[in-house]
């Protein structure tokens, strides 16, 4: 199983990106899908994330800024970052809870996009 996210770049504060993160491989069916950041010196954190059944919860942080959706016909989830700041300047992880054919359940992570918010 692969995760490849896209989408990450420079964008000025009040901006606006998406990434995309698709799952793919010996995928029975995915759980939860979500996002994580880590910026310079800091932890990884939370974002947000999606369940199979839509539920989602974010971050406080990112509340009334960003979405997250997912396409499960894709394998994909999204996150639409609105009204960026210079604070979320960060490495963005996509990853899914993936239960595969052989019936393993396992968490798998995309490779990081860079996301800068710098005028």
């Known amino acids: 199983v692969q995760l490849q996210a896209s989408g990450g770049g420079l964008v000025q504060p009040g901006g606006s990106l998406s990434l995309s993160c698709a799952a793919s491989?010996?995928?029975?069916?995915?759980?939860?899908m979500g996002w994580y950041r880590q910026a310079p010196g800091k932890q990884r954190e939370l974002v947000a994330v999606?369940?199979?059944?839509?539920?989602?919860n974010y971050a406080d942080f990112v509340k009334g800024r960003f979405v997250i959706s997912r396409d499960n016909a894709k394998n994909t989830v999204y996150l639409q970052m609105n009204s960026l700041k210079p604070e979320d300047t960060a490495v963005f992880y996509c990853?899914?809870?993936?239960?595969?054919?052989?019936?393993?359940?396992?968490?798998?992570w995309g490779q990081g996009t860079q996301v800068t918010v710098s005028s």
């Open positions: 990853y899914a809870q993936v239960i595969t054919v052989t019936g393993q359940r396992q968490t798998y």
């Open positions: 999606i369940t199979n059944g839509d539920r989602i």
């Open positions: 491989g010996s995928i029975f069916s995915i759980n939860a």
